[in-house]
Every structure is written in structure tokens, then in C-alpha cells.
């Protein structure tokens, strides 16, 4: 698990969005990770360790070619 130190201004959704290329479903996961993070305001203070957990891979669907 990597981690991300904030700096003034910075906001969750725009640092997941950033670490996992756009994809913020991973916002619920970083949550998670930090419970601490739910009595911070919106804008963020500078000094806070995030714990960024490894995106899990998605699951492809497989179609039957023979039956």
C-alpha cells in the first residue's frame, strides 16, 4: 500500500481521481483505509498521511464459444 502526504488545499475526490486515473469508485476503498479522514473538512489541511490501497482488477466477462 502506497501513501500520498497532503498539501494545503488539496481535496480526496481530486487525489483519487489523480492516483487511480479518473476512477473515484476507489473513493469508498481510500475511506476505508483512513477512517480518520471522515472528520476532515472538504479542503483538506496540509500534513495528512493517506493510506492509497491497491486498485483490485476488474473482472472481464467471458462469453461461451462453444456450447
Do not use: C, F
Amino acid at each position: 500500500m502506497t501513501t500520498y502526504t497532503t498539501t494545503e488545499g488539496d481535496m480526496l475526490d481530486a487525489i483519487v481521481a489523480k492516483v487511480y486515473s479518473g476512477n473515484t469508485a476507489m473513493l469508498t476503498d481510500v475511506l476505508d483505509a483512513n477512517p480518520h479522514l471522515a472528520e476532515q473538512p472538504p479542503v483538506l489541511p496540509a500534513g495528512i498521511v493517506i493510506a492509497l490501497p491497491e486498485e483490485a482488477p476488474a473482472i472481464l466477462e467471458t462469453e461461451r464459444l462453444w456450447g
